[in-house]
């Protein structure tokens, strides 16, 4: 399994969230089967928005060089204004979608009815004929940034309605040897990641993009998704609860490090 990881947790080899004089190296950690577990679906669901976005595009661009360049290829969106071109150009991107939906194995069968026709396409690219018509009724509107856009925000729900298939397999034992891997006891309320174990995703995310270093946690109380997860009691008995006290900290070791060096504090 480890080879399909690649591109995702090479990088990551588990770290430690605290850094400096209260930090400690403990190696390199293996990634919890849990974990791995979480990549390789991740991997899956990268490939299948891919995929999606893509043929989102190329469905768009096949209509647009075909109705809406001139004589010398450039695009012309004003074409779109002509009812008889817009009438074309739904035609070309719902037969551009069920073309694709079939090569990605869907079965879609001479005689369906309208409605069933979008059920297959709404189930694979989010998109139905009423969806189209709509989009090209604001006409010259309905630019490739326009559809780009569309798709994007069509692109974000798949992944919100991926979080259980890619997280849900986090059991109770799993959470807590995530974050010991990421290096954050202490830091999380376990209690609390227990009752929303897709939070597992997003602190899985932040070491990787950390580089497998661990979750320090000014990243968690910095990251929205993840702030109301934060252990209360480490919170007030380890961690600055204000800028103004993170800059009372900053003089203080800066008042330490002259002290030590020989020279005196820079008022």
Do not use: C, W
């Not at 609390?192 to 580089?211: C, G, I, Q, S, W």
């Amino acid at each position: 399994m480890t080879a399909t990881l690649e591109p995702l947790e090479r990088i990551v080899s588990g770290g430690h969230g605290h850094d400096g004089e209260h930090g400690h190296d403990h190696g390199p950690k293996k990634l919890p089967e849990a974990a791995e577990k979480y990549f390789a679906k991740r991997k899956l669901v990268d490939k299948l928005v891919n995929t999606t976005g893509s043929i989102h595009t190329k469905v768009y661009q096949t209509m647009e060089e075909t109705l809406l360049q001139d004589e010398d290829g450039r695009v012309d969106y004003d074409r779109l204004k002509n009812d008889e071109t817009k009438k074309k150009a739904e035609d070309m991107l719902i037969e551009g979608y069920k073309s694709q939906a079939k090569r990605l194995g869907a079965t879609i069968k001479k005689g369906l009815s309208e409605d069933e026709v979008d059920i297959v396409l709404n189930k694979y690219f989010g998109i139905t004929k009423d969806i189209i018509k709509a989009r090209l009724k604001t006409g010259h509107k309905y630019t490739s940034a326009a559809h780009e856009e569309n798709r994007d925000e069509h692109l974000k729900r798949v992944r919100a309605e991926m979080n259980p298939v890619v997280a849900g397999h986090f059991s109770k034992d799993d959470i807590e040897s995530v974050i010991e891997y990421i290096g954050a006891e202490g830091m999380i309320d376990e209690s609390a990641v227990k009752k929303n174990p897709f939070v597992m995703a997003d602190l899985l995310e932040l070491n990787r993009l950390n580089k497998g270093k661990g979750v320090p946690y000014d990243k968690l109380a910095t990251n929205e998704k993840l702030v109301g997860y934060l252990n209360q009691d480490y919170i007030e008995r380890d961690a600055p609860t204000s800028n103004k006290e993170v800059e009372k900290q900053k003089k203080e070791h800066e008042k330490h490090a002259h002290t030590h060096s020989g020279h005196a504090p820079v008022n």
